[in-house]
């Protein structure tokens, strides 16, 4: 087509531009028999002319127009009528739309310059097809429930499984249980006001596998309200072997390593003394001081944790056999920071800082505020999130090779035990050393991308590993297509779409011990949960920057009256020049 215009019926522009030589063709042809050659290359032209202008009526030509403001309203799950009718009213011409997550709409979003969007909004996978278009993000009232939850879903015998969230709206009066998988109720707490309210609850899971939890809903006469699963892992303890290394003992070394003692952990601790000069520490292993760092060293342990001052004072041949032996051997490596080490630059520190200026933080199972550096970590392409509390990231690690290095923004952790918060000291150490510590004779290390999978949604998984040649199959042995993050050449991604409610299994096709079990939800689990979760990430991603609204373009038909004019023209000289000729 030319630029700039097209044709509604360019389908079947051949035949029809065959038609139309074939006509113009005969026409010639009768009037050369016809021998009327005074007017013929005349007759003819006008004959080309009225066959054109046939062939554009059937064609339909049409023109591009760049339109100014074409604005759309997206109706989403939970709009409100009364929204949508006072926006048709106040915008004349606003093109209405249904948003269903499983139906495409980006034809009609091409049309458009800008967007309302109403309700619930869009989910986070199809944030993409509206990246440019200027959307006004109108979200719904948050509705009654959960509206916030974190919980431990993976833990090791003994310890306890800890559920946070808040509920917006209780019903005054009723109940929140924690119950067993047996439906044993575990823990509870009565809501005493219709306001928002935070929880917190915890119980003590007594064998290994995997089970179904509930968080229930009952009236004060114990009618069962609403039910919701929350599937959780139980596995062995696995004891650790764990270095400190310290340029001068610290009060947070010395809560730290009697902590990693009575969880059984075997744990070396080196301060410095004097220069050359180490007071060594045992606890659950023989004595062994550690004087030199070489690959046969660091090999025996599963974590190294370490001072900024400590580690800034070796040389390079020693910071690069640490680095060596995190990328070839898995090693964890935790940084314990101070002031300077959030000013070095990322090549130096390993992570991106931010200043955010926050310089508190409650943790969960806390009523405390614990104090943390005023730096906050930039998004990395390599990290991971450890910890997050109230949207902060405070404890973060980076993927090297098969190791991890890690760090946080908290100052001086021993804290919360000096006010109490045992449990909150216990899950915070606990879940960074199971993040980053040495993953011993494991060949795939599996990560759940999506936190509340669903049946018939995509589901994002991360797998991570060495092996050169594997394939994964979902339950039913379908393969998986896995994409090679081209930064990390062990980590993969992939995405599937479950079929079936409950546990869900990933595999490697050629050895089915290496899976990855995963619960799937259904459709009316964590409602007010799932919806306040894409409320914030609508509200996050449409009112961070103002777009442009940008330059549509469209095919407007071309008026026919002019082919029409053209071709009753040449119908009618052709008809009226014979007969002037025979006058003559």
């Known amino acids: 087509m030319i630029d700039g215009f097209s044709l509604v019926h360019k389908d079947v522009l051949i035949p029809v531009l065959i038609g139309g030589l074939v006509l113009f063709s005969m026409y010639c042809y009768k009037e050369w028999v016809t021998r009327n050659l005074n007017n013929i290359v005349l007759n003819s032209i006008v004959a080309f002319v009225t066959m054109t202008a046939l062939v554009l009526l059937v064609l339909e030509p049409t023109k591009e127009v760049e339109i100014d403001e074409q604005q759309g309203l997206l109706l989403t799950y939970g709009y409100s009528n009364h929204q949508k009718d006072s926006l048709v009213i106040l915008n004349k011409g606003l093109k209405v739309l249904n948003y269903d ?27 993409l097809r509206f990246n440019d278009l200027e959307v006004d993000y109108i979200p719904m009232k948050k509705p009654s429930g959960i509206n916030r939850l974190s919980y431990t879903n993976q833990i090791t015998i003994g310890e306890k499984v800890e559920v946070n969230g808040s509920y917006y709206q209780p019903s005054k009066g009723s109940f929140l249980v924690f119950e067993d998988s047996r439906g044993n109720g575990l823990d509870s707490i009565q809501f005493v006001e219709n306001s928002n309210s935070d929880f917190s609850m915890s119980g003590s899971p007594k064998t290994i596998g995997t089970y179904v939890y509930q968080l229930t809903v009952k009236d004060s006469t114990g009618v069962l309200l609403d039910a919701n699963p929350l599937p959780i892992e139980i596995k062995e303890k696995k004891s650790l072997r764990i270095l400190i290394l310290n340029i001068f003992p610290t009060f947070e070394t010395k809560y730290l390593k009697n902590f990693l003692a009575e969880e059984g952990h075997e744990v070396i601790v080196r301060s410095q003394l004097t220069k050359g000069k180490f007071k060594f520490e045992y606890f659950n292993t023989n004595s062994s001081p550690v004087y030199e760092f070489t690959d046969a060293v660091l090999n025996q342990f599963d974590v190294v944790i370490v001072d900024a001052d400590t580690y800034y004072s070796f040389g390079a041949i020693i910071k690069n056999r640490f680095e060596k032996n995190v990328r070839e051997s898995g090693l964890g490596l935790f940084i314990q920071p101070s002031e300077f080490f959030f000013n070095l630059p990322e090549s130096s520190s390993y992570f991106k800082f931010k200043r955010d200026g926050i310089r508190a933080v409650q943790l969960a199972n806390s009523t405390n505020t614990l104090e943390k550096y005023p730096f906050g970590f930039d998004e990395q392409l390599l990290g991971q999130h450890i910890l997050i509390r109230d949207g902060i990231t405070i404890a973060f690690y980076k993927q090297i090779g098969l190791g991890r290095i890690a760090t946080t923004t908290i100052l001086n952790s021993y804290q919360l035990l000096l006010n109490g918060s045992h449990i909150a000291y216990k899950n915070s150490w606990t879940q960074i ?23 018939d949604e995509p589901f994002y998984f991360n797998s991570y590993t060495n092996l050169k040649e594997f394939s994964i199959v979902n339950e039913n042995k379908v393969p998986v297509s896995m994409v090679q993050k081209p930064m990390i050449s062990n980590k993969f991604s992939g995405t599937v779409y479950p079929q079936k409610k409950g546990w869900n299994a990933l595999k490697i096709n050629s050895d089915s011990t290496l899976q990855f ?68």
């Open 433 to 455: 050393l199971d993040a980053i510590s040495k993953k011993n004779n494991l060949v795939v290390e599996w990560k759940a991308v999506s936190h509340i999978p669903i049946v």
């Open 101 to 127: 997550s499983g139906k495409s709409i980006r034809n009609e979003l091409e049309s458009l310059t800008s967007i309302y969007v109403i309700g619930q909004g869009i989910q986070s996978y199809d944030f």
């Open 517 to 584: 079990v995963y619960y799937v939800y259904d459709d009316l689990h964590w409602k007010s949960l799932r919806t306040a979760k894409t409320i914030n990430a609508n509200l996050k991603q449409f009112t961070t920057t103002a777009k442009k609204n940008r330059a549509v373009s469209s095919y407007r038909p071309i008026s026919p009256i002019l082919f029409y004019s053209l071709f009753l023209l040449g119908i009618g000289w052709l008809w009226l020049s014979p007969k002037l000729s025979s006058d003559k």
